[in-house]
């Protein structure tokens, strides 16, 4: 088994900032948007069950999201990561748009 925050670990967290990446790109463009479209803000590593990125947007509505490089469905980090999901369900407003994300693949 690796190392904890070893290689494995650096490459999640590359994967981890590209996807912020993409949303803060989103963030600096001047382009009009409808304001469900409208990154306002991009945090990284929040506090709670679901904590990888945390995107606002002009709404209010937020997105939380979880990215996971490699994950194995038989695996207990699989079986925390809905754990997670269950538990940071209940404090969304879906109403306002909230949501929950999975990011699940590589970078290529």
Request: proline share 4%; hydrophobic share 35%.
């Amino acid at each position: 088994m690796p190392a904890a925050g070893g290689p494995t670990n650096q490459s999640g967290i590359g994967y981890q900032n590209a996807i912020a990446g993409l949303f803060l790109g989103r963030l600096c463009d001047a382009t009009e948007r409808p304001a469900s479209e409208r990154v306002e803000e991009v945090r990284l590593e929040t506090h709670g069950p679901v904590d990888d990125i945390e995107v606002v947007f002009g709404t209010g509505a937020r997105k939380w999201m979880q990215a996971k490089e490699r994950v194995s469905s038989s695996s207990s980090e699989w079986e925390a990561l809905w754990r997670a999901f269950t538990q940071k369900r209940g404090e969304l407003d879906e109403a306002r748009g909230d949501r929950l994300v999975l990011w699940a693949g590589n970078r290529v």
